[in-house]
């Protein structure tokens, strides 16, 4: 028997079942006519501070809808669905964007940064946000994608760190197969060197690209392309972290810390401001206590779940993301997970970084080749990509046993099928839209999109108890804000220096 045979032949039926997985959609919200709301958070949607459910994202106009942990893909998209009915409810005649890519958006200090109260932990928020629109300029941050949370029981931080190693040596695939922002709004590279042609004088693109937003004009930081960071185990990569949250960076010195009427205009100089702010396609995570660090609870203890973060926005999909997709990713980290994964070293992570850049370019590109360590020569995406496929299928049978259904592998055939008729990504899909129904618009067609989405939300039946729990969770949360606010005793200057602090990295936690 081959490895990953073994692999599955070891897996039980109970660590089977225990599979979970979250979901965390980021949408922009927009006024009927394209253009970026200019409005507050809706207030029926409750704190975007303390909702368990409904937040924003960098901005006050970019919603983050967060589904609880699931056992089953049809419950956790049903919430998901849920969650979505009731915020397009509260959201009057402004809409849901439906593209990674952003709508029209104003002058780049115009875009409204994301409000949390008067709390210390509310203000840190606001002024980390205030950092990035310094650091990377506020459109970048505009642009909104899907994070996928997954875990499996009985998985040392050893095994995660494997998975995530294998699934950046493989994550060309998910920027091909899903990769759905091949186009974008002019305003958003108003000012900026780009390599994008135009399509009309509104919309610029690139006749391969599967997915801009983890190009080049996405989430990319020349900052924190120096930090090649190692996945080969936890220390190493908390010891990465720990040395870019701590380490001053130049270029962020010349920014600097206040404004002259002394509110903050970044959290610090260091490379990062934060934890969150380094980006990864894939993170792993733990769930934090109040006031903890992430990096101190992963050291403290251990890897609890992988955080996949490459996925584009479906603008085909009500929700962003559909069963099939899910599924998909469901064989693909479990693929990663059961397969062999030797150490990285600096040369394959420059390796992972120029696929990533060539196949969010240029995927669709026929012959498009791509980089393999221990290859002595390149590979076309289409062959490594048919390569994984039997894998891949027996991964998905072994799902689909224990599940008694034939889902995963349907998914794994359609990513066969994809493979071989890349006319039918959704990247391509949009392509084709755009230019023959839309006269070249990329504004134009996800308007379209977005209207027809929120149409469909709207005419879903919410059961009046769904809709009373929801406004139950909102005014909970402004509840639960207030006791936060009313319990902060620290100036806030202090609060930041001691969260900020590099013991508070390490120190053992206290009891909560």
């Known amino acids: 028997m081959d490895s990953i045979t073994q692999a599955l032949a070891a897996l039980t039926p109970q660590r089977l079942a225990g599979i979970r997985r979250g979901i965390e959609k980021e949408s922009l919200r927009t006024q009927p006519q394209g253009m970026l709301a200019d409005t507050p958070h809706p207030k029926a949607l409750g704190s975007a501070l303390t909702h368990p459910h409904i937040t924003t994202d960098f901005s006050e106009s970019q919603l983050e809808l967060i589904t609880g942990v699931h056992a089953e893909v049809p419950a956790c998209l049903q919430?998901?669905?849920?969650?979505?009915?009731?915020?397009?409810?509260a959201m009057e005649d402004e809409m849901l964007w439906v593209a990674s890519m952003p709508c029209g958006l104003p002058a780049d200090d115009a875009i409204p940064i994301g409000q949390y109260g008067t709390s210390n932990v509310g203000q840190a928020k606001s002024v980390y946000r205030m950092g990035l629109g310094y650091r990377y300029g506020r459109r970048m941050q505009t642009i909104s994608g899907i994070h996928y949370n997954w875990s499996l029981p009985d998985v040392s931080d050893a095994a995660y760190f494997g998975l995530i190693r294998n699934f950046r040596r493989h994550a060309f695939l998910l920027l091909y197969l899903f990769g759905a922002s091949p186009a974008v709004c002019s305003s958003f590279v108003q000012g900026r060197e780009h390599s994008l042609q135009a399509m009309n004088a509104r919309t610029l693109y690139l006749p391969y690209a599967t997915s801009l937003r983890m190009g080049r004009l996405g989430y990319q930081s020349d900052a924190q392309a120096s930090l090649a960071v190692s996945y080969n185990d936890l220390q190493g990569y908390s010891d990465s972290l720990q040395d870019a949250l701590t380490r001053s960076y130049p270029a962020y010195e010349q920014i600097g810390m206040r404004h002259a009427d002394g509110s903050?205009?970044?959290?610090?100089?260091?490379?990062?401001?934060?934890e969150n702010e380094f980006y990864g396609t894939i993170r792993p995570k733990r769930v934090i206590y109040p006031g903890e660090r992430p990096l101190h609870a992963l050291r403290e203890r251990g890897v609890q779940y992988v955080e996949v973060r490459l996925m584009d926005l479906d603008p085909f999909d009500p929700i962003g993301i559909s069963s099939q997709t899910v599924r998909f990713l469901d064989v693909f980290l479990l693929h990663c997970l059961l397969t062999h994964s030797p150490p990285d070293t600096p040369e394959e992570i420059a390796q992972l970084g120029r696929n990533q850049q060539l196949v969010a370019?240029?995927?669709?590109?026929?012959?498009?080749?791509?980089?393999?360590?221990?290859?002595?020569?390149?590979v076309t995406l289409t062959d490594w990509g048919l390569s994984l496929i039997p894998a891949f299928m027996q991964v998905a049978q072994t799902l689909d046993q224990h599940s008694a259904s034939n889902c995963h592998t349907q998914a794994v055939q359609e990513a066969h099928d994809r493979l071989l008729h890349p006319e039918k990504l959704p990247s391509s899909k949009i392509l084709q839209a755009v230019s023959e129904q839309f006269d070249g618009s990329f504004v134009a067609f996800v308007r379209q999109q977005s209207q027809d989405t929120k149409r469909a939300l709207l005419d879903m039946p919410l059961p009046e108890n769904l809709i009373k729990h929801f406004e139950n969770l909102s005014t909970e949360s402004y509840q639960e804000q207030q006791r936060i606010e009313a319990l902060d005793s620290l100036p806030f200057d202090v609060y930041l220096q001691q969260y900020l602090s590099p013991q508070r990295l390490n120190a053992r936690r206290v009891s909560h």
């Open 264 to 274: 903050y205009k970044q959290l610090a100089t260091s490379l990062l401001q934060i």
């Open 79 to 89: 919430e998901l669905t849920q969650i979505h009915q009731f915020t397009i409810r």
């Open 361 to 378: 370019q240029r995927g669709r590109e026929p012959g498009l080749l791509l980089e393999r360590s221990g290859a002595t020569s390149p």
